[in-house]
């Protein structure tokens, strides 16, 4: 058992977004994907975003992390407004400060473990080595293994590695466990959340699973484009815990 954090002082903001709305538009419809979402994610933290299918999720998530823009509203990274940032300014906003995950790996077949981190190391400003990054998610005797000769766990732990492996102030996750079974899921939790406590990275993690919502320190319940809910946990749960 982990006690929550509350370490919400204003200057341990990482993002900060008001009145955030982002309307996609296919032929004559418009889709409202955010409704004005206010939002303040701390260093540290490790917040699940939840909600079913449809609800703006990843909408979110993708606006955070500099791969979409919104409609509207403002999304501070730090002292950056990334609203508004040129591509430029976003790309490198992307490579020096986020690391992604998703539900399927991306993994570059033809490439080793080590050669898949060392791929994004290789552009970050102040990389680990892809060696240790490796070991932190517990693939130290894997370097060498193509993907094909991973298991769908192992490869998302290379995926992870690779994305921490460039020292990212945030980690953002989208469905990481969406494509395992639960025990490897679990599995995979407990390196997000070995990544969290020991290097300090804010982490992001959707879901619509609430089961794993018990390993934040605050759950935010999305629910068609809009905050339903904020809640924070007293006690987290370890990973190891979890079940769905």
Known sequence: MMTGM????PANAVFVARGLTKIYRMGEVEVQALRGIDLTLYRGEMVVLLGPSGSGKSTLLNILGGLDAPSGGEVYYLDHELTGASEADLTRFRREYVGFVFQFYN???SLTAR????AVTEIAPSPMRPEDALGLVGLGNRLDHFPAQLSGGEQQRVA???AVAKNPAVLLCDE???ALDSATGVVVL???EKVNRELGTLTVLITHNAGIADMADRVIRLSDGQ???IRT???KKAAHELSW
């Open 6 to 9: 509350s370490n919400h002082d």
């Open 107 to 109: 993994l570059i077949p």
């Open 115 to 118: 050669e898949n981190v060392a």
């Open 160 to 162: 992870i590695a690779r």
């Open 176 to 178: 990481p466990t969406g």
């Open 190 to 192: 407990e390196v997000l």
């Open 227 to 229: 905050i339903a809910e």
């Open 233 to 235: 946990n007293a006690v």
